[in-house]
């Protein structure tokens, strides 16, 4: 992963906290996720490579978490 571009954010406690972003090598985002307190709440979005079997950076999967 792209840890230069990656967005990581943590609470006080060290815990993972806010909208985190994750990017390919490449720089192409690959996951979208929400924190709260260490515990994902909110959605996931998880995005194909670019180029690969032809998906061209499109979603992959989203969740939901409630």
């Known amino acids: 992963m792209n ?3 990656d ?3 943590y609470n006080d406690k ?3 906290h806010g909208l985190w972003e994750i990017y ?3 720089g192409e985002l690959w996951s979208k ?3 709260q307190n260490d515990k994902l709440v ?3 979005e998880i995005f194909f490579i670019t180029g690969v079997n032809n998906c061209n950076g499109k979603l ?3 969740k939901y978490y409630l």
Request: positive net charge; hydrophobic residues 10%.
């Open 3 to 5: 840890k230069g571009k």
């Open 33 to 35: 996720r929400f924190y």
């Open 60 to 62: 992959s999967r989203k």
């Open 7 to 9: 967005i990581r954010p």
């Open 14 to 16: 060290g815990q993972r």
């Open 42 to 44: 909110g959605y996931e």
């Open 24 to 26: 390919y090598n490449d």
